[in-house]
């Protein structure tokens, strides 16, 4: 199996950001250096040129870049790392919250950590139900909207003060939609990424996610860690229903229309996990997962999602702690020069940051943080996400500096990346609070989940007769209660007991958490539950959002067809009953 070709808009953005980054760079001195051609005079600008002064002032890279070239090595070391902080608030923070930012980084608020590191970024953090990452989530940032944005807002003005402070700050976070969604009151919560894959539908997708980017941007949030490109190849439970599917070319569509619609709001898109998370079932905030499958598999079947994704523009690419053995066996990818300088960036064309995954997890951790940072810079990462203390990444980063372990050009070429990311965010004025879980965005997700519902067993064009009892594995009485109204709305009667039983599974639920009495078995998460169930009908939303439950109640009720398909294969079971 070949390699997947760099595509000719790939290979311009990489000629032209490559030219931009060389053009105005930096000597070792930080002084500026002038581009000259060996072969052919310079030509005279026209009347109508821009003048050189007037190209640097709006072009986004040639910004970065010489901006880059007035910063001291402190303040570049800085631009690299964007860590967590305890608190939240950016100056106002509990005992608590102050003691762990002082095991962090020796101070007490994230404004003071943002000030005496100089960061380029910082990322908020906060927990939800059924999230395989909580385990490297010490802390929470996340209360409301309001309290969010007053948050990045503080963040900010802490940030304006700095030498890179005509630069926007980057304040990211996981709003991936399904079980990780880091903002989860008063927002419009989308369906999973395996819900928009098995409605199958990209322009259902960008305008979700074009809502939501808009949701983010008026928080102050400017980068999203999402959405994930990995290829549900295995029955994983850390990434599950965080895939669009198993289908490279259907995953790869879906991508890209994430990322079109987030960017188009003024957030950065970080792809992820490359080179692939979904072709192993091991997490790898634990442990080091294998990648097993051959070169030929890889480029079949992990690569065309990302490089979907990058032809759609995305900002950024994060990197996963995996052991790719085809490619560089032994080596986790956040240190492999081989996957990415040699695949992500030369293969696949990819010009802009590369980000490793948080650097608090067990593979990254090996190392102490000064060690592991400079590791991942050297490797091709650009921006180091989540550093267990950053003072001694920090630290490290200026020792390897002194010691020549770290160039500085390559230090100076990931901070330009970084800047490049955040003037192309520039001047773009926050959206009201108001759009937050506005019609029009409840809308778009209403699309999206209502497409994505999948009968995969029973008569797709049959309502089920009423009334109906819903149940639950494990409780999940708030899911119950969002699917008995919807379906009281939808003008079926809802009883407590003795009804056609609908019988709902969820996040980690396994043969054992079904009801052989329900006459409808619907999985809320990935399906292969349902390979088990014996229920007459059965029924897939991938999520357990309002939008998704509103969208399972029409079907109930037959007023809707479920049109999905099932974006994964399950056993014994057809992608769609529905013909």
């Known amino acids: 199996m070949g390699r997947v070709p760099i595509s000719p808009r790939r290979a311009g953005v990489a000629l032209t950001a490559l030219t931009a980054l060389l053009l105005p760079g930096c000597a070792a001195t930080g002084q500026p250096r002038p581009a000259s051609s060996p072969s052919a005079p310079a030509a005279s600008p026209s009347p ?5 002064a007037a190209s640097t002032a709006t072009d986004p890279s040639a910004r970065a870049a010489a901006l880059a070239g007035t910063l001291s090595d402190e303040d570049l070391a800085g631009q690299v790392l964007m860590p967590y902080a305890y608190g939240s608030s950016a100056t106002t923070v509990t005992p608590a919250s102050a003691a762990g930012n002082r095991a962090l980084g020796g101070v007490d608020t994230p404004a003071e950590m943002v000030a005496k590191y100089r960061l380029g970024g910082l990322i908020l953090v906060g927990f939800s139900a059924d999230d395989p990452t909580s385990g490297n989530q010490s802390t929470t940032n996340v209360d409301s909207p309001k309290q969010v944005r007053e948050l990045t807002d503080g963040l900010r003005a802490a940030a304006a003060k700095l030498p890179t402070g005509v630069a926007p700050f980057l304040v990211g976070t996981d709003q991936e939609y399904g079980v990780v969604t880091r903002v989860t009151d008063g927002v419009t919560i989308l369906p999973s990424a395996l819900a928009a894959g098995a409605a199958g539908r990209p322009a259902l997708t960008e305008a979700a996610w074009r809502a939501a980017g808009g949701e983010l941007a008026a928080m102050g949030i400017n980068l999203d860690f999402a959405p994930v490109a990995d290829v549900l190849a295995t029955r994983s439970t850390v990434i599950g229903s965080r895939s669009f599917g198993a289908d490279p070319k259907g995953a790869a569509a879906q991508v890209a229309a994430a990322v079109r619609g987030l960017q188009s ?16 079932a091991d997490d790898s905030h634990k442990e080091l997962p294998e990648i097993t499958q051959p070169r030929g598999e890889l480029d079949r079947l992990a690569f065309p999602p990302f490089a979907g994704g990058i032809d759609a523009g995305a900002m950024a690419v994060m990197s996963a702690h995996l052991d790719v053995k085809a490619i560089d066996p032994g080596t986790p990818a956040t240190f492999s020069r081989k996957l990415l300088t040699d695949v992500l960036r030369g293969q696949l064309g990819f010009t802009g940051v590369v980000i490793t995954d948080g650097m608090n997890m067990a593979p990254a951790k090996r190392y102490p943080p000064g060690e592991a940072a400079v590791k991942a810079l050297l490797a091709g990462n650009d921006l180091i996400l989540m550093p267990p203390n950053v003072g001694q990444a ?17 230090l100076v070429e990931a901070a330009t990346r970084v800047l490049t990311m955040k003037f192309r965010l520039a001047d773009r004025p926050a959206p009201a609070m108001s759009t937050l879980n506005s019609p029009a965005h409840r809308q778009a997700a209403d699309a999206l989940a209502a497409a994505a519902v999948t009968m995969l067993r029973g008569n797709c064009a049959a309502p089920v007769p009423g009334p109906v009892t819903v149940t639950a594995a494990n409780g999940r009485e708030r899911t119950r209660t969002l699917l008995a109204e919807a379906l009281t709305a939808a003008g079926v009667k809802v009883v407590p007991r003795g009804g056609t039983e609908v019988h709902l599974v969820g996040y980690g639920d396994g043969a054992g958490d079904l009801n052989a009495d329900a006459a409808v078995t619907v999985a809320m998460d990935t399906p292969y539950v349902l390979g088990q169930a014996t229920s007459p009908a059965l029924l897939a939303t991938y999520s357990s959002s309002r939008a998704s439950m509103t969208g399972l109640a029409r079907v109930l009720a037959g007023k809707a067809r479920p049109t999905g398909r099932s974006p994964v294969p399950v056993p014994g079971l057809p992608a769609t009953s529905c013909r």
């Not at 709001?265 to 192993?280: M, R, T």
């Not at 920090?394 to 390559?410: I, M, Q």
């Open 48 to 52: 109508t040129d821009p003048s050189p």
């Open 394 to 410: 920090y630290d490290g980063l200026l020792a390897a500096l002194r010691d020549g372990t770290l160039p500085r050009d390559r």
């Open 265 to 280: 709001a003024g957030v950065a898109a970080s792809v992820k996990h490359f080179p692939g998370h979904g072709l192993s």
